[in-house]
């Protein structure tokens, strides 16, 4: 008698035993010596900082959960890894962790680094946004349209602004597009992508146009100066201890007050492993950073700007991505839209923002890319379709799920300097020819081994890889 | 409670002193064509869990969505604590009290149990996500129902059995002060142990007085947990009164055929005479 079968709303009945039939009996199998044991299998699942009291037991934990198939960023380091070692060897006088390269790739990353943490925001929510790489583009050439001399002449940071707002409003549009009528983004990305290709060579002024920044004008020179630009070697090091206490001393307030609510906390030990190696890592970039890598003529040292700019990106993102609703439906909608729907979540309109703000962010890439190719912008420079793969891979060999629903700033920004090496490893070899098809074809690799990667661990996983 | 006075047998039928919680009267429900529900009649208690029996397309799912406001009927009143509602949305009913648990449970995999329960509802502090507080909330609720089988709070939904995720999703329900807690199904594709848990769990939930209504095709369920049942055929309640006056076969009689031993059917299902 009832309409449809019976149910629309409480639809999919088939759907949770099916799949996980067989993972359910195993756990429950598991639960039942759990309490004596604790048993590979459901250990494997649990966070390991979650039963983990000592240091021990949390390393073993988290090789337990590796090899339960959630690997976290273990690819990703061991893959960066890799490809320094291999690099080093292969790149003429072994030249590739010189630190000018070292530098050099890390202003490549940067611009990677911030596209890859936008692309995040909409492949958390089982979207992806092939236009970024278009749109980030546009976004740079606003931004240097603006403070051109004789021009608009805007102060730099409304130049950058209007920027980013623009290309908001562009990921907007295509958000719009997708989510109330329903398109796949997909479809609209990739019309996107074409359109503002298109758009972006107008604006350039023609096929072979392109724009500069007059670094002799002092608010031109800062947007030149945002990845040219260095901090003094003092200042980096005070940089980083400024940036190690906070994250040491938010990590360590963090524990000690749900210890005391009650709350299990990682252990001591861990929360101290954890800074010391927070500390080691900016002490290893910072010192890349200082060693002297000009010429005999110019000295050139200290920290890029461009390092701290991503780091308080992708921190503004990480606190949106975990502690607000926003990023709290972002991940919902990635891990079941029907609960989200449920929760009163409006779909629609998360879509629309998640996109909006993905293209804003992106335009901040564009941005940093300009003044990564010493403040000009051409269409030589300006390659819409590499950059947008190279997002793309970015993100998902940082950990980013092209399934939605997992991923994290810190994935883009480890993605995003894995790229960025490749890319230009590959530019330091004197391979002729084969160099423009391998600054492709290697990314492509890399890009299918973490799709890979991404798909095998969901597969090991009990969750389910419908719904996407 | 003069609704319930003036209303049909049903309540007295059921041979309750209390008022119920919800009362639904003459409620039809059509879809185009379709007509899903005749003239329905229900009555939830306090205290109570009620299993709704009813084969494949007698309006289960139609009837329990429009309690939980997905639907609204075409005709017919509902009443809850004795005052006539208009539930328009599923917000409306999270606002009176009613809390449903679909089958498919609604929980993204992804998120933990904490994440889950609070879903849309987060607490804030200073504009951001208080997560402490939130974790402690949780843990309580799920104390107090005894769902201690979760080795912790913070793992993802994805790694927890079926009867644990069953018993996040009915946590999740009734954690907001919910006086009906709706649930669709709640043993279907669960094992042998794990419908214990969840059987257990609705008794809890009972002895803590809230009123449950638990819609399932097995029959052990229901008249395991059941202190009422009420059969719907075709869209018309022909069997609504305490478990103790049915059988299984009775059950099976009034889910297949709308009567059983010849008895027509219970006076709850004729008396709106609008069919």
Request: glycine content about 12%; proline content about 4%; hydrophobic content about 50%.
């Amino acid at each position: 008698m009832a309409p449809d079968g019976e149910d629309p709303v409480t639809a999919d009945p088939g759907q949770p035993p099916a799949e996980t039939a067989h993972a359910r009996r195993r756990q429950t199998e598991a639960e039942a010596v759990a309490l004596v044991a604790a048993p590979d299998m459901s250990v494997a699942d649990v966070p390991p900082e979650l039963l983990a009291q000592t240091l021990g037991q949390y390393l073993r934990a988290s090789w337990l959960r590796v090899r339960g198939g959630d690997s976290g960023v273990l690819p990703v380091l061991m893959a960066m890894v890799v490809v320094a070692v291999v690099f080093q060897i292969i790149t003429p006088e072994h030249a590739f962790l010189r630190p000018s390269n070292l530098v050099y790739i890390f202003g490549l990353s940067t611009v990677y680094m911030v596209l890859a943490i936008a692309e995040t925001l909409v492949l958390l929510i089982a979207e992806i946004d092939l236009s970024v790489g278009a749109v980030a583009l546009i976004g740079g050439v606003i931004a240097f349209k603006l403070v051109q001399q004789p021009g608009a002449d805007w102060p730099w940071l409304a130049a950058i602004l209007a920027a980013l707002v623009a290309c908001g409003v562009f990921g907007a549009l295509q958000g719009i597009l997708s989510a109330r009528l329903k398109i796949p983004s997909f479809i609209v990305t990739l019309g996107g992508f074409l359109l503002f290709s298109g758009i972006l060579i107008v604006v350039l002024g023609g096929a072979d146009g392109s724009v500069n920044l007059n670094t002799s004008d002092s608010n031109q020179a800062v947007i030149y100066d945002l990845v040219q630009g260095t901090i003094t070697p003092v200042a980096s090091w005070i940089l980083l201890v400024v940036v190690v206490g906070g994250i040491g001393t938010a990590l360590w307030l963090r524990a000690a007050s749900r210890r005391r609510q009650g709350l299990v906390a990682p252990p001591k030990s861990v929360t101290a492993v954890r800074i010391v190696l927070v500390a080691i890592v900016g002490a290893a970039v910072v010192a890349v950073c200082t060693v002297n890598r000009g010429t005999s003529l110019k000295s050139v040292q200290g920290l890029p700007w461009v390092i701290p700019i991503v780091l308080v990106v992708a921190a503004v993102w990480t606190l949106v991505l975990e502690r607000t609703r926003f990023g709290r439906y972002l991940y919902a909608i990635g891990g079941n839209p029907e609960a989200a729907r449920r929760a009163g979540v409006s779909l629609a309109g998360m879509r629309t923002w998640a996109f909006a703000l993905c293209s804003a962010t992106a335009g901040l890439g564009g941005i940093l890319l300009g003044s990564f190719f010493y403040g000009e912008y051409s269409t030589n420079t300006a390659d819409p379709g590499q950059l947008v793969l190279y997002t793309v891979a970015a993100a998902v060999i940082g950990g980013v799920s092209l399934f939605g629903g997992r991923g994290k700033a810190l994935h883009g920004v480890l993605g995003g300097l894995l790229i960025g090496g490749i890319a230009y490893g590959v530019s330091l070899l004197n391979l002729g020819s084969l160099s423009t098809p391998l600054q492709y074809i290697l990314p492509g690799g890399v890009l299918l081994a973490a799709v890979l990667i991404d798909v095998l661990s969901r597969r090991g996983s009990t969750g389910s890889v419908t719904r996407v | 409670m003069t609704e319930v006075n003036e209303a049909p047998a049903g309540a007295s039928s059921g041979g309750e002193d209390a008022e119920p919680l919800l009362s639904m009267r003459g409620i039809d429900k059509h879809f185009g064509p379709v007509q899903a529900l005749y003239g329905v009649n229900l009555d939830l208690y306090s205290g109570k869990v009620t299993g709704l029996c009813g084969d494949n397309g007698a309006g289960k799912s139609v009837l329990t969505r429009t309690i939980a406001g997905a639907h609204q009927p075409d005709h017919g009143q509902i009443f809850f604590e004795g005052k006539p509602v208009h539930i328009r949305s599923t917000r409306d009913a999270s606002a009176l009290g009613i809390e449903t648990v679909y089958q498919d449970l609604a929980l993204a995999d992804n998120l933990d149990i904490v994440q889950n329960m609070f879903l849309g509802r987060e607490r804030l502090r200073h504009g951001l996500l208080d997560e402490d507080s939130m974790e402690l909330a949780a843990a309580d609720t799920l104390k107090t129902l005894r769902v201690t089988t979760v080795r912790s709070i913070r793992q993802p939904v994805a790694s927890l059995s079926g009867g644990q995720r069953q018993s996040v999703a009915v946590a999740k329900a009734v954690m907001w002060n919910s006086k009906l807690v709706l649930l669709d199904e709640p043993t279907a594709a669960l094992g042998v142990v794990q419908t214990r848990q969840v059987l257990d769990l609705i008794k809890r939930l009972r002895d803590q007085g809230l009123a449950v209504m638990v819609i399932s095709h097995n029959l052990n369920d229901v008249f395991e947990v059941a202190d009422r049942i009420a059969v719907l055929y075709l869209g018309r309640m022909v069997a609504d009164g305490p478990a103790a006056g049915f059988d299984r076969q009775s059950v099976v009689e009034y889910m297949t055929t709308g009567a059983a031993n010849g008895r027509p059917s219970e006076p709850a299902a004729s008396a709106s005479g609008e069919v």
